[in-house]
C-alpha cells in the first residue's frame, strides 16, 4: 500500500518536473543548434557543439558584465534585506499611532508600476549625477514595499510572547531585533534574499537608461546586443547567451534552496 | 498626534516612571521612525516623487520632450474614459488578473503540498519547481514564442498528434490572452511554490501529530489545519500575485506587442507605449493614475474582506 | 561568522558609495574621444565594431567609442531626456521615423553645416537615400544603415506549382494568382504572408505614390492630417482581404521571428521582408530563395520604395574639435570601403554607390545575384514626394494606430472603416501635439 502511494507520487512528480522544466530543457537544447535547425523547428541538436557559446563569449565582454551583474545583485540584496526587515521589525513590533496608515502606504507602493516611474527616476539619477556608477543600479531598490511585506508576514509569525519576554529581561529593540527575530527569520531572509537577487539580475529597462558605458553594464544588457532588431534572429547564440546569463542565478536558487532546507532544520524555534 | 497617550495605543516601554515627559510618551513613534527611516527616505525620493509628479502630469498636455506646456484639467482622463481602446485595455487586464492569479495560487500550492511529502530526492524536484524563477522574463518569453510557434511549435505539433486542427496561438484573438496567461503562470509558480512550500515547512509538526492520533485524514487535516496554517502566506502570494498581474509588461512586449486586435494590450504594455514609443507624457501619466487607482481598489477589498480570514498566531 | 558578515555588509556598502563618489572613470590617452550611440544588436553588431575597430586604426587623433543603448525605441526614449546635456553622445543613431523629431530638438546640428565648411562632396552619397533625410535643401544627418522592403520567395516551391521562378509576380493579381497555385501544389504552404509591421504599408502605398500624410508628405509644411486612408490604401487592404479569402494568407501577428521560421519550414512561399535580412535568409534557406519587387496594383506605374533604416546625427554643445572629429569618423562610415563592408555583413544598402565597385561586392554579387533585385528596385525609385517618405514626429505613434488597422483586417472588419479609424487617431494625435507644442 504504501509502495503503490510512494510510487504514484513519484511518477507525478516526475511528470510535473518534465513538464515544468521543459521549457528551460528546450532553450538549453536550443543554444546548440544552428540558426538553420532552430529555424527547422528541430528539438533535438544535430550535435552538441560549443560553437554558439563561443560566438556569444565573442560577440561581447560577457565575462565582465557578468561580474557587474554579481555586484549589483549581492549589493541590492544585502542593502535591501537590511532596509526592508527594519521596516517590518517597526510594523510588528512598534506600536504607534498611525502604523496601519503607514503601513498601507507602504504596500500602495507597490502598485505604482515601475515602468511608469522610470522617466521620472532617470531623470532624479541623472540629477544625482548617478549615471554610470553602482548606485543608480543599486540604491533604488533597497527600500521595497515587496520585501517589507514579506518580512512583516513572516515577523507576525513571531510568537508574542518572545517580544514580551525579551522585554522583561530588558532588552532594547535593537538587541530584540538583531538577536531574536533576525535569526529566527532566516528561512524568510534567504526567501527574499534569493528573490531580490534574481530580480536585480534579471532586470533590463533601468540597468541599460542609467548606463551608458560598457564597463558599468549587467549582463541582461549584454543578451539583448546578441538579438538584433531588422534581421533574423541568431536563435543558437541568444539561447547560448541566455543559458550562460541564467547558470549563476539557477546556482543560487540551488544553493538558497539547500539552505531554506538547513534553516528550517535547526530553526525549531518557533 | 503627539498629545496621545501612548497606552491607549498598546504597551508602554516604560514601565516604573510616575512621570513621562513628552520625550518618553511619543518614545515609540520615535524608534519606529528611525526604523522607518531608510525606507522613508528612499520611497520619498524613488517612488512618491515619481508618483506626484504623474499626478501633476496628468492634468497637462506634454510636449515631444515629456514636458508639461498646456494645463487641460481632466481632460486626459475625460478621452480616455471615451476612447474604445482604453476600456478594452481595461477589461483585458481584468481578465488577465483573472486568469492568472487564481492558477497560479492553486497550482502552486498543490506543488508546495507534493513538494512537502517526505520522500527520498525531493529536493531535487523543489529545485525543478522553483526553476522557473530562475529564468528571466525576457528569456521565457523567447523561449514560450517558440513553443507557441504556429508551425513549428511544440504546442501545436503535440496537438495536431491527437488530431486537433492547428492554433495560431499568438495571432488568433481568441487564444492570444491565453497564451500569454499560460506563459505567465508557468513564471509565477517558482516564487509562489518557494514561498508557500515555506510557510508550509513553518507549520508545528506537532498539530499534524495531535491529529492523526484522533484519526483525522489527509483532507480534513489539510482544511483544518494546513490552510489556516498557510493562510497569511496564503494571503501574501494572493496580494502579489494580483498587483504583479496588473503590472505584466516584459512578456507582453516580446510575445504579442499588445495585438492582436488589442486583446492582450494590458494597460502597464499602453503605458509603456504612450510613455516610450509615443512620448505622450500627459495620457500615460493619467493611465499610470488610473492604474495606480484600480490596483489600490482591489488591494483595499483584499486587505478587508480576505485579510480578515488570515490566521495570524 | 557575524561579525565576518557584518564586516562584509560595511564594505559593500562602502564600495557602492564610493563608486558613487569617484565613478567608473578611466585612463584617456591624448585622443579625442568621441561617443557614439547606436541601437545595432546581433550580427550588424559584430559589423559595426568591425569598421569602428578599423577606423581607430587607422589613425591616432580620434577614438570612437561605440556604445549600445538599446533598441531604437529605448534609445530615442533616452536620447529625449539627455540631449543637449552633458550626457550626450557625440554622434547619435537615429530610426528613420525617429528624425523628424531629431531635426526639431534643437539638440542637434545638421552635418550639412560640417559638409559645408570642409566641403565634402554629398554627391557621392547615393541620391535616393540623401533625399529621406533632407528637408528644405538642408541635410540633416549622415545617413549610415538602409534597408528597402523586398519580397523573398520560395523558387522551388515556385517550380513544383509550374510557375517561372526568373519571372516572379509584379501586380497585385498576379501575386494573388501565384499565392493560389503555390497554396495548392505545396503540401501545407500558404502563398503569401503579411507580417503586422506598419512599415511594409508605407512602403505599398509609397509604390503607388500614395502619401501618407498631407503637406506632401510633411516634406513641404508640418503634416495636419493623415492621408493613408485613400483608395490608394484601401487598395492595399482589398488585395490583401482576397487573399485571405482565398485561404493564401499566412498570419503570424507581430512576430518576425515566426514569419521567418515559417518560410524557412516552406509554410509560407513568399513574403514581405527587409532588405536587411536577406543574407541571413540565403545562409539558413534549404532551399533557393528568390527576390521580387513589392507588388503593386494591376493598373498603377510603379514609383519605387522608400528608404528605412537609420542614420546619424551630430550632437549639439560639443566643442569643435570633438564636432569635427566626430564628423570624421562619419566621414569614414560613409566611405566606400566601409559600406561594402557593411552592406555584405548585413544586407543594408551601401549609401555611398562607389562601394559597388568594391571587388568585396563584385565577388559577392556573382555568387548570389538575388543581391542585385533589392539594389536595381530600389534605384528604379522614381523621387517623388511619395517615394522620399513621410516626414513627421508622431510617425512612431502612427505606426502602433496603423498597427491595430491591420489587425482588423485580419479580423475582416470592414477595411475602408478600419483605415479610416486609424486616420482619425492619427490626426487627433496630431492635432493634441501641434497644441501641445505651441507654448
Same mark, same amino acid.
Not at chain 2, 12 to 18: A, G, K, R
Given at each position: 500500500m504504501m509502495a503503490i502511494k510512494r510510487g504514484s507520487l513519484y511518477v507525478v512528480l516526475i511528470l510535473i518536473a518534465l513538464l515544468l522544466f521543459f521549457p528551460i530543457i528546450y532553450a538549453f537544447l536550443v543554444s546548440f543548434m544552428s540558426t538553420k535547425e532552430v529555424l527547422m523547428g528541430h528539438l533535438i541538436p544535430k550535435s552538441f557543439s560549443l560553437t554558439n557559446y563561443i560566438d556569444a563569449f565573442q560577440a561581447l565582454p560577457l565575462l565582465h558584465s557578468l561580474i557587474n551583474s554579481m555586484l549589483v545583485s549581492i549589493i541590492t540584496t544585502i542593502g535591501q534585506i537590511i532596509v526592508c526587515s527594519l521596516a517590518a521589525y517597526a510594523f510588528v513590533f512598534i506600536e504607534f499611532r498611525g502604523r496601519q496608515f503607514l503601513f498601507f502606504l507602504f504596500v500602495s507602493t507597490m502598485m505604482i508600476p515601475w515602468e511608469a516611474s522610470i522617466i521620472p527616476n532617470f531623470v532624479t539619477v541623472q540629477k544625482l549625477g548617478w549615471?554610470?556608477?553602482y548606485a543608480a543600479l543599486t540604491i533604488p531598490f533597497f527600500a521595497t514595499a515587496f520585501g517589507t511585506f514579506l518580512l512583516r508576514q513572516h515577523f507576525k509569525t513571531i510568537p508574542k510572547e518572545l517580544h514580551e519576554a525579551s522585554r522583561m529581561a530588558g532588552l532594547g529593540h535593537l538587541t530584540f531585533f538583531l538577536k531574536v527575530v533576525m535569526p529566527v527569520s532566516k528561512t524568510s531572509l534567504v526567501t527574499l534574499g534569493i528573490y531580490c537577487f534574481l530580480t536585480t539580475w534579471n532586470s533590463y529597462l533601468w540597468p541599460l537608461l542609467v548606463t551608458t558605458d560598457e564597463r558599468s553594464r549587467t549582463a541582461q544588457i549584454g543578451l539583448r546586443q546578441l538579438h538584433a532588431q531588422e534581421n533574423v534572429t541568431q536563435w543558437g547564440v541568444v539561447m547560448a547567451g541566455v543559458v550562460i546569463v541564467a547558470i549563476p542565478t539557477l546556482l543560487v536558487l540551488f544553493l538558497g534552496q539547500k539552505h531554506l532546507q538547513k534553516g528550517l532544520m535547526d530553526g525549531a524555534v518557533k | 498626534m503627539a498629545m496621545e497617550n501612548p497606552t491607549s495605543t498598546g504597551k508602554?516601554?516604560?514601565?516604573? #516612571?510616575?512621570y513621562r515627559t513628552f520625550w518618553e510618551k511619543t518614545r515609540p513613534i520615535q524608534v519606529a521612525i528611525l526604523f522607518l527611516l531608510p525606507s522613508l527616505i528612499l520611497f520619498s525620493v524613488f517612488v512618491f516623487y515619481p508618483l506626484f509628479r504623474t499626478i501633476y502630469l496628468s492634468f497637462f498636455l506634454t510636449n515631444q520632450k515629456g514636458l508639461p506646456t498646456v494645463f487641460v484639467g481632466f481632460d486626459n482622463f475625460i478621452q480616455l474614459f471615451q476612447s474604445a481602446d482604453f476600456l478594452q485595455s481595461i477589461e483585458a487586464t481584468f481578465l488577465f488578473v483573472l486568469y492568472t492569479v487564481p492558477a497560479s495560487v492553486v497550482i502552486s500550492l498543490f506543488l508546495a503540498l507534493l513538494a512537502n511529502e517526505k520522500l527520498k530526492g525531493i529536493h531535487f524536484f523543489r529545485t525543478i519547481f522553483a526553476s522557473s524563477l530562475g529564468v528571466s522574463v525576457a528569456a521565457a518569453s523567447v523561449t514560450w514564442l517558440f513553443i507557441f510557434n504556429?508551425? #513549428?511549435?511544440v504546442l501545436n505539433r503535440m496537438i495536431s498528434f491527437f488530431g486537433i486542427p492547428e492554433i495560431n496561438w499568438l495571432a488568433d484573438p481568441h487564444w492570444a490572452l491565453l497564451a500569454v496567461s499560460i506563459t505567465t503562470i508557468w513564471l509565477n509558480l517558482g516564487f509562489s511554490f518557494l514561498i508557500i512550500l515555506g510557510g508550509l515547512q513553518n507549520i508545528d509538526q506537532s498539530l499534524y501529530e495531535s491529529s492523526s492520533i484522533d484519526g483525522a485524514g489527509y483532507f480534513y487535516q489539510l482544511r483544518r489545519i494546513t490552510i489556516p496554517m498557510l493562510s497569511p502566506t496564503l494571503f501574501f502570494i494572493m496580494t502579489v500575485s494580483l498587483i504583479n498581474a496588473f503590472q505584466t509588461f516584459g512578456q507582453i512586449d516580446l510575445l504579442t506587442g499588445g495585438g492582436p486586435g488589442q486583446t492582450t494590450n494590458l494597460m502597464v504594455y499602453a503605458i509603456y507605449k504612450d510613455a516610450f514609443v509615443n512620448f505622450n507624457f500627459g495620457k500615460a501619466s493619467a493611465e499610470v493614475v488610473i492604474l495606480f487607482l484600480l490596483i489600490l481598489i482591489v488591494t483595499l477589498l483584499q486587505f478587508k474582506f480576505v485579510e480578515k480570514k488570515v490566521h495570524y498566531q | 561568522m557575524k561579525r565576518k558578515m557584518i564586516v562584509a555588509v560595511f564594505l559593500l556598502m562602502s564600495s557602492v558609495l564610493l563608486s558613487a563618489c569617484s565613478g567608473l572613470s578611466h585612463a584617456d590617452d591624448n585622443r579625442i574621444q568621441i561617443v557614439f550611440w547606436h541601437s545595432m544588436a546581433g550580427p550588424p553588431l559584430e559589423a559595426l565594431n568591425k569598421i569602428v575597430n578599423d577606423f581607430n586604426q587607422s589613425q591616432d587623433e580620434i577614438y570612437v567609442k561605440p556604445e549600445y543603448q538599446g533598441s531604437y525605441e529605448e534609445s530615442l526614449a533616452k536620447f529625449r531626456r539627455v540631449?543637449?546635456?552633458?550626457?550626450?553622445?557625440?554622434i547619435y543613431q537615429a530610426q528613420d521615423i525617429g528624425s523628424k523629431y531629431m531635426m526639431e530638438s534643437g539638440d542637434i546640428v545638421p552635418v550639412q553645416k560640417l559638409m559645408d565648411e570642409e566641403h565634402y562632396n554629398m554627391n557621392q552619397l547615393e541620391k535616393n537615400i540623401r533625399n529621406y533625410y533632407t528637408v528644405n535643401g538642408k541635410l540633416y544627418s549622415m545617413p549610415f544603415n538602409s534597408s528597402t522592403p523586398v519580397v523573398l520567395y520560395n523558387a522551388d516551391a515556385f517550380n513544383k506549382a509550374g510557375l517561372d521562378p526568373n519571372k516572379p509576380p509584379e501586380t497585385y493579381s498576379q501575386f494573388r494568382e501565384a499565392a493560389k497555385k503555390l497554396t495548392q501544389a505545396?503540401?501545407?504552404?500558404?502563398?503569401f504572408s503579411f507580417l503586422n509591421y506598419p512599415w511594409f504599408f508605407e512602403e505599398l502605398l509609397a509604390v503607388q505614390g500614395g502619401e501618407y500624410i498631407n503637406q506632401n508628405n510633411g516634406r513641404t509644411g508640418l503634416?495636419?492630417?493623415?492621408?493613408?486612408?485613400?483608395q490608394k490604401g484601401l487598395n492595399i487592404f482589398k488585395w490583401l482581404r482576397e487573399m485571405q479569402k482565398d485561404g493564401t494568407l499566412a498570419n503570424y501577428g507581430t512576430s518576425g521571428d515566426n514569419e521567418s521560421s515559417g518560410f524557412l519550414t516552406q509554410k509560407v512561399g513568399m513574403f514581405m521582408s527587409s532588405s536587411a535580412s536577406m543574407a541571413e535568409m540565403f545562409k539558413n534557406a534549404p532551399f533557393k530563395v528568390g527576390v521580387a519587387y513589392i507588388p503593386r496594383p494591376d493598373n498603377i506605374e510603379r514609383q519605387g520604395v522608400v528608404i528605412g533604416g537609420a542614420s546619424l546625427w551630430l550632437s549639439k554643445g560639443k566643442s569643435a574639435k570633438e564636432e569635427k572629429a566626430a564628423f570624421a569618423f562619419m566621414k569614414y562610415m560613409a566611405s566606400p570601403k566601409a559600406q561594402a563592408d557593411w552592406h555584405i555583413h548585413t544586407g543594408y544598402f551601401p549609401i555611398n554607390p562607389g562601394a559597388y565597385k568594391e571587388p568585396i561586392i563584385i565577388k559577392n554579387y556573382k555568387k548570389t545575384p538575388q543581391f542585385k533585385v533589392a539594389v536595381n528596385q530600389f534605384h528604379d525609385t522614381k523621387s517623388t514626394y511619395a517615394t522620399r517618405g513621410p516626414m513627421m514626429t508622431l510617425m512612431p505613434q502612427s505606426r502602433v494606430i496603423m498597427s491595430r488597422a491591420i489587425d482588423d483586417l485580419y479580423q475582416g472588419k470592414n477595411l475602408q472603416q478600419s483605415l479610416d479609424t486609424a486616420a482619425d487617431h492619427v490626426n487627433e494625435a496630431i492635432a493634441q501635439m501641434n497644441l501641445a507644442n505651441k507654448k
Open positions: 549615471i554610470n556608477h | 508602554v516601554p516604560s514601565l516604573n #516612571m510616575p504556429p508551425t #513549428m511549435g | 540631449g543637449g546635456t552633458a550626457n550626450a553622445p557625440n505545396n503540401k501545407g504552404m500558404k502563398g503634416a495636419t492630417k493623415a492621408t493613408f486612408n485613400s
